[in-house]
């Protein structure tokens, strides 16, 4: 499967930021501006590396070494250029030790530094590459920049930190993550919009997505700070998780102070949180986390299990006697994500129940029967119909993380063991860095 996306992507959207495998041409979203950075390239080539896919990785690396150039005139999504490109730089110079990967990764992080120039240090949004002027999106509550985002992009500065000996990345997360922590958290967790400019919430809504709590949980357990994610997960499971009159363990979404029993793709991930979150937390603790993440990651296969197509929804319900079911036209399509997966992979390798294999090996068969197009991958608008109509998209992050997480379920546990590796938002593996153990350049020394 990697190799049909690979190679699609190859002859039809070489260069391009993603592939649209049914037109055989390439593709772009305004998260990467109007110019041709190579995106599928970029996130794929670490995936490409641990399949030990040596030809592909190598053409990969040279069209970097000798085409990718940041000093272009483009607006991009500062979160996302950070978990996808300068992730699968780090992770590409990590796993391979080619300083190119490195040289350029520190490159792009240069262009994101002036998104911090505002007036509290929180990052707008999204910054043009060669004018260095932020600005935030217009759909996100007055003006704010979004939680998910500018809370994911600790691991990757301190990495740059870590390589450069530079103290301006590790500064600048650190005084983000300074900031959250004097901030009053309604219900114990985060609000998902906060104004740049003056420093306060917006809209009060609370989505657990991906990026803010897994990186939470990550950035404090290896600076030996298990205090505050060890809170976040009690406060998620008081105000966020409930079960539905058919037993199913869901995450709910808070809005204007009422709790939605809807459950997003995206959340999915949490089974995986929660089961990492198991492995670090006190004993009295652990078997009921590793428990709860069992019981989210078997919400998420019957999200999938309740499709004509085997593959999961958008979003899916949990009220008028419809459970884990996508009722919206808009909530009913599946564009290859992986989060459902990446819960799959964690569980396997806590718990090696045969259950969790044999769940990605569903997923594996429906990807490949539904979405797999004679120009490589493609989402499907409704996983609900025998005969879905294709969106023409092959995302980036299909290569980056839904097959790099499918290939690590069916892979042994010292391929990227977890205690010396972490995977970012974009299922990029960095080693651990031991932060009690370092003093890394612009930081205090840890205290003892």
């Known amino acids: 499967m990697m190799k049909h996306a690979w190679d699609s992507y190859r002859q039809y959207g070489w260069g391009h930021n993603e592939l649209k495998p049914i037109a055989k041409k390439g593709h772009s979203t305004n998260i990467f501006g109007s110019s041709q950075l190579g995106a ?13 896919l040596h030809e592909e990785f190598k053409d990969g690396q040279e069209w970097i070494e000798q085409n990718l150039d940041f000093s272009v005139n483009a607006e991009v999504s500062v979160f996302e250029v950070n978990i996808r490109f300068i992730g699968g730089l780090l992770a590409a110079y990590y796993l391979s030790g080619q300083e190119v990967f490195k040289l350029k990764a520190v490159q792009l992080a240069e262009k994101l530094l002036p998104a911090f120039n505002t007036p509290t240090g929180i990052p707008w949004a999204m910054v043009n590459l060669k004018s260095g002027v932020g600005r935030n999106w217009g759909w996100a509550s007055a003006g704010s920049s979004i939680l998910a985002e500018f809370g994911t992009l600790h691991m990757e500065f301190v990495h740059l930190t870590y390589l450069t000996g530079n103290p301006a990345y590790y500064q600048k997360v650190m ?18 919009y906060l104004n740049p400019r003056t420093g306060r919430w917006g809209q009060r809504m609370l989505l657990l997505k991906t990026s803010c709590y897994i990186l939470l949980f990550w950035v404090f357990i290896f600076s030996e700070m298990l205090t505050l994610p060890i809170r976040a997960f009690a406060a998620i499971e008081r105000h966020l998780v409930r079960k539905s009159n058919g037993g199913l363990t869901f995450i709910g979404e808070w809005k204007n102070g009422h709790l939605e029993r809807k459950m997003g793709h995206l959340a999915c991930f949490a089974g995986g949180m929660f089961a990492l979150g198991a492995d670090g937390s006190p004993d009295d603790k652990a078997g009921h ?26 979003a899916f319900k949990f009220d008028s006697g419809l459970e884990a079911v996508a009722v919206r036209q808009n909530e009913k399509y599946y564009i290859l994500r992986p989060e459902v997966i990446e819960t799959y992979w964690y569980m396997w390798r806590f718990t090696h129940d045969p259950k969790y294999r044999q769940w990605g090996w ?8 539904y979405c797999r197009v004679s120009g490589g991958f493609s989402g499907v608008k409704d996983v609900y119909s025998s005969n879905p109509t ?17 290939y690590l379920l069916f892979s042994s546990d010292d391929l990227l063991p977890l205690e010396n590796w972490v995977f970012n938002t974009e299922a990029h593996p960095l080693p651990v860095l031991h932060l009690g153990n370092i003093t890394l350049p612009g930081s205090e020394p840890a205290q003892r």
């Open 175 to 192: 005084h983000i993550r300074k900031l959250l922590a004097k901030m009053d958290r309604p219900n114990g967790l985060y609000p998902n």
């Open 362 to 369: 569903e997923a594996v068969q429906a990807i490949d029967k």
């Open 390 to 406: 294709y969106d023409d998209v092959q995302q980036s992050f299909f290569l980056a993380e839904t097959l790099k997480y499918l």
């Open 289 to 314: 986390y590793l428990q709860l993440g069992a019981e989210i990651a078997h919400t998420c296969h019957e999200s999938y299990d309740r499709t004509v197509l085997k593959l999961g929804p958008e």
């Open 40 to 52: 599928t390239i970029v996130d794929a080539v670490d995936t490409l590396y641990i399949m030990g």
